[in-house]
């Protein structure tokens, strides 16, 4: 009796589903349980006054007084930003991108320490800008609120609570994105909700929490968490210099 021959299209097409049902199902279960559609606010006064009230909360002037920053992202990148000059030092791996950030075409690269130019550096140095614009939104986003380009609206929570929705319509990689800011008794970021292209689903939150106070009095976080996900800010360091 002959045997039957195995069709190899019908076998990818059950390798294909087997590997992507699980992760199609997975997703439709986080879209459901925490997709949320951008809320409408009210700007004016009261937005700003709140926005004023999270800035004096986490004491905006000793931020504007920090000259200087050191920190590790995810154990993955560290950054030496200068702000008062602004340039910072991204590096990852075997790379070191000393970035311009007013002019980023004039930033420096090396490789193992060795100084590189050409299509490669340019590759490095997108990627640098890149990696600074995420993560130190991560680090400094609540005293980024009255930046220019940024709308700010007041809105009522499902327990009427004030919470900051936050639109930035210019700058950074992805112009366009909007947080809603979730603050404590006190005016103190504890979370916010994102509304972002780089996320597949509307009104995810992350945690802004176990803050740590810098030489100059700056208040930063240590600490996100997104769905089951730990975001680790280490080795903060802020001074005047």
């Not at 030092?89 to 980023?104: D, T």
């Not at 970021?189 to 509304?195: E, G, I, Y």
Request: glycine content about 6%.
């Amino acid at each position: 009796m002959a045997s039957k021959k195995t069709n190899p299209i019908k076998i990818i097409a059950g390798v294909v589903i087997f590997l992507t049902l699980p992760t199609l199902l997975f997703f439709g279960f986080l879209y459901f349980k925490y997709h949320e559609d951008l809320p409408t606010g009210i700007q004016g006064e009261q937005a700003d006054a709140l926005a004023y009230k999270m800035l004096d909360a986490l004491n905006y002037e000793a931020y504007k007084s920090t000259n200087y920053i050191e920190w590790t992202f995810k154990k993955r990148r560290y950054y030496e930003w200068d702000r008062a000059k602004n340039t910072c030092n991204v590096m990852w791996k075997q790379n070191k991108v000393a970035l311009n950030l007013n002019n980023p075409s004039k930033s420096k690269v090396y490789i193992h320490s060795f100084n590189h130019e050409g299509e490669m550096a340019e590759k490095l140095i997108k990627k640098a800008l890149k990696y600074f614009n995420n993560d130190s939104f991560w680090l400094v986003a609540p005293y980024k609120v009255f930046d220019k380009g940024v709308e700010r609206r007041l809105v009522k929570t499902s327990n009427n609570k004030n919470a900051l929705l936050v639109t930035y319509t210019s700058g950074g990689s992805t112009p366009g994105d909007s947080y809603l800011w979730l603050l404590d008794n006190n005016n103190k970021p504890t979370a916010f909700k994102m509304w972002t292209s780089l996320l597949p689903i509307d009104g995810l939150t992350a945690t802004w929490e176990h803050w740590t106070t810098t030489q100059t009095g700056a208040q930063l976080p240590t600490f996100h968490k997104l769905l089951f996900f730990g975001l680790e800010i280490e080795d903060i360091q802020g001074t005047h210099n």
